[in-house]
């Protein structure tokens, strides 16, 4: 492994949460600006503290002690048995030299970090910060790190082919680990928190409450692309041992599939309102991102041009019917996005992978298992735990808030104080 | 309606690592696996449904 070449690429990835950040903050109210932001900042923060305490304890290393039990013949390892507060990283062995272990520990702090500033998507102009903050806590704690052990910890995912002679489930730049398991958590958010006032009328219409600054979110693309690139290539190298030319071809995958995203929204959105949608034509873009991830080492560049314009079209729908049929209000898009573009990655990891060992269906099926543990599994815990801490912390800002707009109410000053302040949005309707 | 919800999709899961258990041929877990993500499926429509009638309700 080249420690310098896995170093910038784990330095690169927190660009991924600045350009997110970016992107959720435009796509939601110019009146909750500020707070979207200093929401994204409180999540990555607590995410870093938390996780590098305890949350690196039970993701653990692949060969390393964990909590495990037997049944039917196998053996479960389900969650690390590291060291909670390290004071280190710890001395290393032959098969994990403490540099590796250093990396891996940088990189899965800035992937908890992602992973918590994907529900502020869901949430935006609502959720208030105290409630991000604990639920940013307990996603690094134990729910990011619970998946995270099974598939790059040597869990029982990772373990599928000793325990049923299938190949193990794949998840090469965090499809699954990172953005599966955010969207899963925005998902519950915009269940909690129920609709911005306004969004729906009486009879159930929608209405369109468009993003206030456009620009900034086509900026988080591009600055996001950056972060990706760093992600995928550093988890492949150090949970999958991707070489150097296999980086260069994650670099080209990702380009690829972020672009053909982002095209296929703008040829569907420009096919059914006659102009594409900016905004859609951004979500497609990260939705390219966030599918070709799960297969970025794996497949060829023509494949990942194939994943990337599924999961552009694919996020493109999904946003429509969860907002005209499901009636949900996801103001940025993330449970199309990050869960949806994100499961559709991982089962294109079987369909498109190119592997030296095992089955093509055998792939295919070790995929789809792990796509029923994220929904089957992580998706009742994540809204179980969600639900717990909203009877302690309302996620819901009150009535007033939801007019006078987050940067108000919770932060006392707006983002814009040189913007025109309109009345009607003090009065409550 | 919620309790329902959550409950298919761990019924979902469950019905998934019994295919892997129960069945060596890759056929017949193919065929569960894909019966457990379909109750899984049907459990996240339960619960999204749950959540629109609530919102409805509010409104």
């Given amino acids: 492994m080249s420690l310098v070449l896995c170093l910038v690429c784990v330095m690169l990835a927190p660009f991924a949460a600045a350009g997110l950040a970016l992107i959720h903050q435009g796509l939601g109210r110019s009146r909750s600006a500020a ?25 653990g290393f ?18 690390g048995a590291g060291q909670f507060f390290p004071g280190g990283v710890g001395p290393g062995s032959a098969d994990l030299p403490e540099y590796t272990r250093a990396l891996a520990l940088c990189l899965e702090m800035f992937a908890a970090g992602l992973a918590a500033t994907i529900p502020l998507s869901g949430g935006a102009d609502r959720w208030r910060l105290a409630a991000v903050c604990c639920a940013s806590a307990v996603l690094a704690a134990f729910l990011f790190p619970m998946f995270a052990h099974w598939v790059w910890g040597g869990g029982w995912l990772a373990q599928l082919g000793a325990s049923f002679g299938v190949p193990g489930f794949v998840d090469a730049g965090g499809a699954g680990v990172v953005q599966v398991v955010g969207g899963l958590m925005a998902l519950t958010v915009v269940w909690i928190t129920g609709p911005r006032k306004g969004k729906f009328a009486e009879d159930g219409v929608p209405a369109a409450i468009p993003g206030h600054n456009i620009v900034q979110v086509l900026f988080g693309c591009m600055l996001a692309l950056a972060g990706w690139i760093g992600l995928d290539a550093a988890s492949s190298i150090l949970f999958y041992g991707a070489g150097a030319a296999q980086v260069v071809w994650v670099a080209i ?31 497609g873009w990260i939705a390219g991102l966030v599918a070709g991830s799960a297969a970025c080492a794996m497949v060829s560049p023509e494949a990942a041009t194939v994943i990337g314009g599924v999961a552009g079209v694919l996020a493109t729908y999904m ?18 996005v990050h869960a949806g573009a994100g499961l559709w990655g991982l089962i294109a990891v079987g369909l498109f992978g190119r592997f030296a060992e095992g089955s093509q269906a055998g792939h295919l099926l070790a995929q789809m298992v792990g796509v029923a543990a994220l929904l089957g599994s992580m998706l009742p815990l994540i809204y179980g735990v969600n639900l717990l801490l909203n009877r302690f912390v309302p996620y819901r800002v009150d009535g007033d808030g939801d007019w006078q707009g987050m940067d108000i109410r919770e932060l006392g000053a707006g983002a814009y104080p040189e913007f025109v302040v309109h009345a009607d949005e003090f009065v409550p309707r | 309606m919620r309790l329902i919800g959550c409950l298919l999709l761990v019924s979902g899961f469950f019905l998934v690592l019994a295919a892997l258990v129960l069945f060596a041929a890759m056929g017949m877990r193919f065929v569960f696996v894909a019966a457990g993500m379909g109750v899984e499926v049907l459990g996240v429509g339960l619960l999204t449904r749950a959540y629109t009638l609530m919102a409805k309700e509010r409104r």
């Fill in chain 1, 62 to 79: 692949a060969g390393e002690a964990a909590h495990s039990f037997k049944a039917a013949g196998a053996r479960w390892d389900w969650l």
């Fill in chain 1, 253 to 283: 995958n990702a380009m690829l599939s972020a672009s053909a995203g982002c095209l296929a929204a703008v040829v569907v959105t420009r096919a059914r309102y006659r102009k594409p949608d900016a905004s859609i034509s951004a979500n």
């Fill in chain 1, 35 to 59: 707070h979207a932001m200093l929401s994204t900042l409180c999540a990555l923060g607590i995410a870093a503290i938390v996780f590098v305490m305890v949350g690196s304890a039970w993701a």
């Fill in chain 1, 319 to 336: 946003i429509e019917i969860a907002e005209l049929k499901l009636r949900t209000d996801d103001p940025g898009g993330a449970v199309s």
